[in-house]
Each structure stands twice: as C-alpha cells, then as structure tokens.
C-alpha cells in the first residue's frame, strides 16, 4: 500500500520486536509502524529498546488492540502514535505523515480511553493554580509538536528555562509528562485545536 503512494518509502520489514530495533537501527527511517503482539519481542519491548538506543525514528502502533492495558505501555514507552488496523488507508498515511512531523495521531477510540484517564487522573483541585500567559505559551508550541529545543528558540528563551516551564505545567495540571499536559490543556479549554489547513 505504501509503496504505491508517493511521498513514502518502505525502507524494511522485519518480522518481531526485535529484528524491528535491528533494522531501525540500521536503515534509520523516519517511521516505524509497530504491531504489539509478534513472536518474541514484543512491541512495546521493541519501542523501549529504540528509545534506550536513541534511534530517531518515530513510532506509529498499528495494532487490533484498543485495551488500556495496552495503550498505556506503548504510549509510556514512546509510541508517537497509536491506530487501529481498521483504519482507512487515508487515515493511515495521514498518521504516518503525521508521525513524521512528531505530532500525535490516535485513533478515535484511542483518544477517547486517554482523555478518560487523564480526566480521571488529573481532576484540578478546586483551588489549583492557572497556568502563566507564559507556560501556555510553551504548552501550546509542545502541543503542536515542538520540541524543548524548537520551543526554545521560538520564544528566544533557553532549553532549561522550558523545561523549567513544563515542570511548573505538571505540577499545576497534575499531571507527569508532556503528552499527559497537552490532553489536560485540550480537556480543560487551556488550548484549543488548530483550525484545519
């Protein structure tokens, strides 16, 4: 499917986990679309290993499994994305595309399980503090995939005082990582998503 559409190059195929961090490694692509249950080295195995190993490339699940059991240690690990195999191939290379860029692509049902967790996990306290002019700031450029690097240069300000930002962010949302502040910000009407291009 992917060798017919322009734009995309199927680097390898790899058959398990393990053989997927081997020829990640080796033809460093910019996507990976991992499945979750192969033989052997499973994916979320497959994506902690690629993120020990500091390997680039982005990684897109593509599984039948939409479980909290099974969401949650691959976006912990440092899945980009999660989708469902009865995505349309237009949602598909939309993702992938997507990936590319660092942003999150979820299916809708995926979305759905982490807003409740985060909704669950993150009630603001009834006397929480509002977040900065400045950590929105910083929030919405994350939200839209920068990096701590990009972000800081964007607002001429260093990667230690970013992260200092972000810090400031989880404490107030209660949350403990990015991709958890960014849903916190879109639940509570913090951030608002991008019209569409």
Do not use: Q
Request: aromatic letters at 4%; charged letters at 20%.
């Amino acid at each position: 499917m992917f060798t017919g559409e322009p734009g995309f190059a199927v680097l390898g195929e790899a058959a398990d986990g393990a053989a997927a961090v081997e020829l990640a490694a080796r033809l460093a692509p910019d996507v990976v679309l991992m499945d979750l249950r192969m033989p052997g080295t499973d994916g979320v195995t497959a994506i902690t290993r690629m993120a020990e190993r500091g390997l680039p490339a982005r990684v897109l699940v593509l599984t039948t499994y939409d479980t909290d059991a099974d969401v949650l240690p691959a976006i912990e690990a440092g899945a980009t994305g999660y989708l469902l195999k009865d995505a349309t191939p237009a949602e598909l290379f939309r993702a992938v595309r997507a990936a590319a860029r660092g942003e999150s692509a979820l299916s809708p049902p995926v979305a759905s399980l982490l807003v409740g967790r985060v909704r669950a996990a993150a009630s603001p306290a009834p006397d929480a503090e509002p977040l900065s002019p400045r950590e929105l700031e910083v929030l919405g450029l994350i939200a839209r995939g920068g990096t701590n690097r990009e972000v800081a240069a964007r607002l001429f300000i260093s990667e230690a005082t970013v992260k200092t930002h972000l810090l400031h962010v989880y404490a107030k949302l209660g949350v403990k990582d990015r991709a958890a502040a960014v849903a916190a910000a879109f639940e509570r009407g913090l951030l608002r998503p991008a019209p569409p291009s």
